[in-house]
């Protein structure tokens, strides 16, 4: 057990007479609070996951509702995608223990940030947005669908939106550097241009995939598999299945960065998994996909943890995890919990057995704050509180506890042929109004392109200037 430290009212252990009944009132009030600190998981009882879950969700509000942003919508502090992400794992929970006291948020948050054209592109961050921020909320929107989340009636559908991101991305896969793929960011002017990374294409393959399976519209299965196969000639996804981070144009995608993060494998494994249900399992390379990075995920099951418990090992050991890092292992579990629904059981038995025990781990990281049930974390150090806190924290809790608590629903998740109530456009967004996917590129287009760039890197570097002038 993690012991903290508690203080007498005189701020020190020293002992007086005169204040030993207050001292001993004091130690008292500690050990009763150390035997109740952490949140008890009980993995096969369903009520037990509910009502952790429910927990730890009311405290990651908590942060939500006390952000400086909170008079925008679904806009966190300094950041914008994990709005996404946290809708996504809240639609998850919602959909799982039935509890709805989150739903008007989600949806006042989903809908705000929708963009202009219904493609979760708002103008007011557009310029900073990378092409793996966009497709989170696509994937929230998509699951959003998929759970049958209540939509309201003067808004666009569900499937509609993540269509729209699918639109609006399609049109940015890049023939002219290594045959294909997205770049990272989506702005010449950005860090990360000359880059393509696994979760911005991992990303896309995932919501094509899954729009296949929901709409049985056949041209988001061709994107996926398209996208599946560029990052196969790629470090992205080896055949030995290790997934690089990042691989670079200038290198003609040969070169690789090796960061190992549990949502990159998330997002090809659950791809594959929506992928190999489309076909019927009629192509064998969509379960073998599925196999081969849930052996290779192994990684991220440590010696630390008995090889039970998850960790995003490029940062947790060295306690160097930023804030995005911290709500990686939220989508692995997550995303493979709903997949086993749609694959063969034995294939993620063993991986669905390990989050049962990170779900109790994870529990018992959620021993901090002055309520000792604020989660870290670091699930391998159990009940050693590892001293964090935030939503972030909360969030990967919730993900191991939603993905718990899946087998005892054993449904889902719904498509246009069982149950699915969210209508497809396939022309939602702006980007396409006569069918899927982009046209050629034309000259014409390549010199729009480039003198709207040109356009906008000018007006970058103007404001730059501006603010570094004092305003004057």
């Known amino acids: 057990m993690h012991f903290f430290r508690c203080r007498s009212p005189l701020g020190s252990w020293q002992m007086r007479p005169v204040i030993m009944s207050r001292w001993l009132a004091t130690l008292l009030a500690c050990l009763l609070i150390q035997n109740v600190i952490a949140i008890e998981v009980n993995p096969e009882d369903e009520t037990s996951l509910k009502n952790a879950a429910k927990t730890v969700a009311t405290t990651m509000m908590d942060f939500y509702n006390a952000r400086a942003s909170k008079d925008i919508p679904g806009k966190m502090d300094d950041t914008w995608w994990e709005g996404g992400s946290m809708f996504m794992t809240l639609i998850q929970y919602w959909y799982l223990t039935g509890d709805s006291q989150f739903n008007d948020a989600i949806q006042e948050g989903m809908y705000w940030q929708k963009g202009d054209d219904n493609d979760f592109f708002p103008s007011n961050y557009s310029q900073y947005l990378g092409n793996d921020d966009q497709v989170f909320w696509g994937l929230a929107a998509i699951t959003a669908g998929e759970l049958n989340f209540p939509e309201r009636e003067d808004e ?11 639109n609006g991305q399609i049109p940015r896969w890049d023939m002219n550097n290594c045959g294909g793929g997205l770049r990272w960011q989506i702005w010449p ?9 696994a979760i911005s294409n991992g990303g896309l393959f995932q919501l094509s995939a899954r729009l296949a399976l929901y709409t049985k519209n056949a041209t988001y299965a061709e994107w996926a598999e398209k996208i599946w196969d560029w990052s196969a000639s790629t470090p992205l996804l080896r055949k030995t299945w290790v997934i690089a981070d990042t691989t670079t144009n200038a290198a003609s995608c040969k070169d690789h960065g090796d960061h190992q993060w549990t949502y990159n ?33 192994d990684q991220f099951f440590p010696e630390s943890g008995g090889k039970q418990i998850i960790s995003d090992i490029t940062c947790e050991p060295i306690n160097k995890c930023d804030r995005n890092q911290k709500t990686f292992k939220a989508y692995f579990t997550g995303w493979l919990g709903f997949m086993s629904l749609i694959v063969p059981a034995n294939v993620t038995a063993e991986v669905m057995g390990k989050f049962k025990v990170s779900a109790v781990a994870a529990g018992q990281q959620c021993s901090g704050g002055s309520d000792g049930k604020h989660c ?13 806190m935030g939503l972030e924290q909360q969030m990967s809790v919730l993900g191991v506890l939603n993905a718990a608590m899946v087998p005892f629903k054993a449904q889902g998740p719904y498509n246009s042929d069982n149950g699915g109530t969210s209508r497809s456009d396939p022309h939602g967004g702006s980007n396409t109004k006569e069918s899927v996917g982009p046209g050629p590129v034309t000259t014409g287009d390549r010199v729009g392109a480039g003198i709207l760039t040109a356009v906008l890197v000018i007006l ?13």
């Open 156 to 166: 666009p559908s569900w499937i509609s939106l993540a269509e729209g991101v699918f």
């Open 189 to 197: 002017y950005q860090d990360g241009y000359s880059l393509k990374n």
């Open 265 to 297: 494998y998330a997002t090809y494994i659950n791809g594959a998994g929506y992928m190999h249900n489309y076909t019927n399992g009629t192509e064998g390379k969509w379960l073998e996909g599925v196999s081969g990075l849930i052996k290779t995920s």
């Open 376 to 388: 870290g974390i670091r699930w391998t150090k159990k009940a050693e509180w590892d001293g964090t």
């Open 460 to 472: 970058w570097v103007g404001a730059v200037t501006f603010m570094l002038a004092g305003g004057k």
